[in-house]
C-alpha cells in the first residue's frame, strides 16, 4: 500500500510573513479575495492588518465574518451565498480553525454544488473538484487548520460535530506569521497550543503513521514543549516556536490521521461549545494512559522529546509514566482546567461516548475501544 502525503503548494514562515498576500494573489492572477474572518478578530482589529496589505497592493476584497467559534452548517450556507454575490475568486481565510474551516466547507461548495447541503460532506466526501483558492492566514497558534485536508463543522441539529477529510480542501498558500498570534490572550494561547501537542502525541501514535509522519510529529512535540510555556507569556520567542510547531504537527496529522483524544473533545464542543484546545488538553493526559499498552516503544520518545532525561535508560513502566506526566506537568503550567466537572453532564455520558465512537477519528486510535469503555474514560474525568 502506498503512502499519500500532502502540503500546501507554498508557505510563508516568519514576521511579516502577510506581505506575501499581495505577492502570492498578483503572482496567480488573482482579482477579488472573498476574507472569512471571525467577529472578533474584526472587532479587535486583527483582519485589519490583512486587509492594510490587500489595500496597500490595489486588490479588492469582500469581507465575511458571519462565522461562529464552533462554526455551523448556517455559517458555510450563508458564506456560500455571500461568495456567490461577491464576485470573488479566491479566498483570505483569516484566524483559527473556524474561520479556517468555514473558508474550506464554503470553497468546497462553491466548486462541487451537489454538496450544498454540507452535512453530506461528513467523512470522505467524493468531491470532484478543488475548492476555491485559498490563502490561509492563522491567528492562533493550534489547529493547523492551514496545511491540513481536515474540517469540522458543526451539526446544531444532531448536536454533533462532522469531521470532513478532502484532499481537495487544502488551501494554496499558507502565511505563518507570529505577528498575527501576538495579540491571542493567555488561555487562548494556552488552549490552542495543547491543542497543537495532542496533534502531534496522537498523530505519532496513530494507526496509520510511519517514518515520514513521525519524523514531524516528534519535532513538533520537541518545539511545542520548549515554545508553550514562553508563548503564554508572550515573549517573541514563544510565539515564533508555537507558530512553526503547531504548522510541523499539522503537516503530519493531516496525513496520517488522528485518534480517540480528539473523538471525545469533538462531542463537548458540539454539545456545549466547550473550547476544542480546552477538550483536547484535559483528555489527553487520560487517554495516553490508555492507550499505553499500544504504543510499544514511542512513549519512550515522547518523553524524549518533552525534555524528560535519561529516557534511554528507564524501563517502559517508567518512561510511559514520565510521557504523561510532562504531558500533565505542561498543561498544568499554562493554566489548563485538571478535569471536566465544570463541562460534563452525567446524564449526556452516554450520547457523549456514542458520539466519539462514531466519530471520524476514533478508528485511527492505536488501540480498539468501545462505547463502553469510553464511557468510563469520560467519567474518569468528572
Known amino acids: 500500500m502506498a503512502n499519500r502525503f500532502i502540503l500546501n503548494e507554498t508557505s510563508y514562515h516568519g ?43 490595489g486588490l479588492a476584497y469582500e469581507l465575511y465574518s458571519n462565522i461562529k467559534p464552533n462554526p455551523t452548517v448556517e455559517n458555510v450556507q450563508t458564506g456560500v451565498e455571500a461568495f456567490k454575490v461577491s464576485g470573488a475568486d479566491y479566498i483570505v481565510a483569516i484566524g483559527g480553525g473556524s474561520s479556517m474551516d468555514t473558508a474550506k466547507a464554503i470553497g468546497i461548495i462553491i466548486k462541487n454544488p451537489e454538496f450544498a447541503d454540507v452535512v453530506s460532506l461528513e467523512g470522505v466526501a467524493d468531491t470532484k473538484n478543488k475548492c476555491v483558492p485559498i490563502i490561509a492566514v492563522p491567528t492562533t497558534a493550534g489547529t493547523a487548520a492551514e496545511v491540513t485536508i ?19 480542501d487544502i488551501p494554496v498558500v499558507a502565511i505563518i506569521d507570529p505577528e498575527m498570534m501576538s495579540t491571542m490572550p493567555k488561555g487562548l494561547t494556552a488552549a490552542t497550543g495543547m491543542d497543537a501537542l495532542t496533534h ?156 466519539a465512537y462514531d466519530d471520524a477519528c476514533r478508528p485511527g486510535n492505536p488501540r480498539e475501544t468501545s462505547v463502553e469503555e469510553i464511557s468510563a474514560l469520560y467519567h474518569s474525568l468528572i
Open 15 to 57: 514576521a511579516g510573513a502577510i506581505q506575501e498576500i499581495a505577492t502570492e494573489a498578483k503572482a496567480r492572477g488573482f482579482s477579488k479575495a472573498f476574507v472569512c474572518s471571525d467577529p472578533d478578530l474584526v472587532k479587535f482589529g486583527v483582519t485589519k492588518k490583512v486587509l492594510d496589505v490587500l489595500d496597500g497592493a
Open 200 to 355: 502531534a502525541i496522537e498523530g505519532y501514535i496513530t494507526a496509520g503513521a510511519w517514518e515520514l509522519s513521525d519524523m514531524f510529529h516528534l519535532k513538533a512535540i520537541e518545539i511545542i514543549a520548549r515554545s508553550l510555556r514562553g508563548a503564554v507569556a508572550n515573549t517573541p520567542e514563544g510565539r515564533e516556536g508555537m507558530a512553526l510547531g503547531q504548522y510541523v504537527a499539522g503537516m503530519g496529522f493531516s496525513n496520517v490521521g488522528l485518534g480517540l483524544v480528539h473523538s471525545m473533545a469533538h462531542p463537548l464542543g458540539a454539545l456545549y461549545d466547550t473550547p476544542h484546545g480546552i477538550a483536547n488538553a484535559i483528555i489527553l493526559p487520560t487517554v495516553m494512559e490508555y492507550n499505553a499498552p499500544a504504543t510499544g516503544e514511542k512513549y519512550r520518545d515522547i518523553a524524549k522529546a518533552m525534555g524528560v532525561p535519561n529516557t534511554e535508560t528507564m524501563t517502559q513502566k517508567e518512561y510511559r509514566a514520565a510521557a504523561i506526566k510532562a504531558v500533565k506537568k505542561l498543561a498544568e503550567d499554562v493554566g489548563i482546567p485538571k478535569d471536566l466537572k465544570e463541562i460534563v453532564k452525567e446524564e449526556d455520558i452516554p450520547f457523549l461516548s456514542q458520539s
Open 150 to 168: 481536515n474540517y469540522v463543522i458543526t451539526d446544531v441539529e444532531k448536536s454533533r460535530k462532522m469531521v470532513c477529510v478532502d484532499p481537495h
